[in-house]
């Protein structure tokens, strides 16, 4: 096992804990990895069992219910209250992640479904996505989420609770990650306060549950997803230590008492082995196609499912079938791909002259996004924020630099974003010997 295949192993342990992301954790009733190990020991263990065929597995995290809470706030609840209330699996679901390990293209796929997306649950009718769990469990939750992604096979469930989150990042070390605005929010009811300050820090166990949990910046429930996916790429990036290699029992141990999953001690370990030796290239962070309602569609908040769409991401990387939908990588041309273009440089000119070579090029939605990225980047990146990873290619061979990502943490209106970096503004600046510079640039 190489060393980013451990780290993305510990990855996965981290995010289904927190209820944010799945695979590692899969192993936690399994007794052997209870008992004291060298890493050595460990390696052998997980690879003992193989993955043999694609595995779609669902991910509940879930939370504690405002309505579970005493009624007088002024009155603190009993000690251990709020601690048992953490550990109730039967909540509504805060987090909802379909998981596709696939050992014939060697990549995992998540699918993260917005809780407050607007579905038809089986013998409750319409309702958020989130009640289902609440409803009617895993098996309930399981049924809503395949009517929803076009009736795809959910081979395995996984319910989990946020408990354990904050002690296992702690475990790990904490988390270096760029807060990209101050996260500022109290709720009483819930016991939730978040005070983050915008920079590049490390986040302990506590921090980094405020930061996965924050929904106040304007975006809501899809701006939340976008910094799981943040926190996700983050650990995936982080650098492995022996230490934190020989804590893996202790760290089973914290979070075996907040998992329910239908998975057999064999299915866990074969996950365990795929993802622990899966490069974090292959990782594919997706987000349900949709849009926000309106006040004057609903009286509540949803997200309305753009069904068209959903058909086409399920057939291009869960092998759905559909007649409404192609598996061939067909891509729109140039003139119809949206393209946002965020700044992590303070650079107008650079943004302009990238606007000027994808005009050239056809490209004729190309926008600035509202807010530019605070921390400067070194590579450029290309966000394939609908799921189009040939789109996103094509852009990157336009350019000439960049690295592509397939990941929902761009302006949800785009196609594509792509976040500027200074390998763009170095390619602008220092033509070919014989060309003319990038129009837009001095």
């Known amino acids: 096992m190489n060393a980013s295949g451990f780290r993305l192993f510990l990855v996965f342990l981290a995010f289904l804990a927190g209820g944010l992301g799945a695979a590692t954790a899969l192993f936690v009733s399994s007794r052997p990895l209870q008992r004291e190990q060298s890493p050595e020991a460990v390696e052998s263990i997980v690879n003992v069992a193989k993955l043999r065929r694609p595995v779609n597995v669902l991910v509940l995290g879930t ?39 696939d050992p ?8 993260s479904v917005p809780r407050d997306t607007q579905v038809q649950i089986p013998e409750v009718g319409v309702s958020k996505i989130n009640a289902a ?56 009811s819930q016991h939730l306060y978040i005070n983050l300050k915008k920079g590049m ?21 899809i ?54 030796n899966t490069d974090r290239e ?11 309602s309106t006040p004057q569609e609903y009286a509540l908040s949803y997200w309305i499912p753009d069904n068209r769409h959903i058909k086409q991401l399920m057939a291009q990387y869960f092998n759905v079938s559909s007649p409404y939908a192609s598996t061939a990588e067909e891509t729109a041309p140039p003139a119809y791909i949206r393209i946002a273009l965020q ?27 509202e807010q530019n990225w605070a921390k400067p980047i070194e590579k450029t990146l290309i966000i394939a924020q609908s799921g189009d990873r040939e789109a996103a290619e094509q852009v990157r061979k336009v350019l000439g630099v960049g690295q592509v990502v397939l990941e929902a943490t761009g302006d949800i209106e785009s196609d594509v974003t792509i976040r500027l970096g200074k390998d763009w503004l170095a390619k602008s600046q220092a033509p070919a010997a014989g060309a003319q510079p990038a129009r837009g640039l001095p």
Request: proline share 4%; glycine share 6%; net charge negative.
């Open 63 to 101: 939370v504690v219910l405002t309505s579970d809470l005493p009624e007088n706030k002024d009155v603190p609840p009993p000690k251990g209250y709020l601690e048992s209330l953490e550990g109730n699996l039967n909540g509504q679901s805060d987090t909802i992640l379909l998981i596709r390990f």
């Open 104 to 111: 014939v293209k060697n990549t995992i796929t998540s699918l």
């Open 133 to 188: 769990n609440y409803v009617g469990g895993a098996v309930l939750s399981a049924k809503t989420v395949s009517n929803l992604l076009s009736q795809v096979t959910i081979d395995r469930y996984v319910r989990v609770n946020v408990a354990g989150f904050a002690q296992l990042i702690d475990a790990l070390g904490g988390v270096d990650i760029f807060v990209p605005m101050d996260m500022q929010y109290q709720d009483d």
């Open 201 to 221: 820090q490390t986040l302990d166990g506590k921090k980094a549950l405020q930061f996965a949990r924050f929904r106040h910046d304007g975006l809501g429930d």
């Open 223 to 276: 701006g939340r997803i976008q910094r799981q996916q943040m926190l996700l790429r983050a650990l995936a990036e982080q650098k492995l230590n022996l230490e934190t290699v020989q804590k893996l029992p202790q760290l089973v141990e914290v979070i075996k008492q907040n998992i329910d999953t239908n998975l057999s001690i064999e299915e866990m370990l074969a996950l365990v082995g795929f993802a622990s």
């Open 282 to 292: 292959k990782m594919q962070m997706l987000m349900l196609p949709g849009r926000f």
């Open 343 to 369: 700044d992590s440089l303070d650079h107008p000119e650079a943004i302009r002259a990238m606007t000027q070579i994808l005009a050239d090029q056809g490209y004729a939605q190309v926008f600035p996004t």
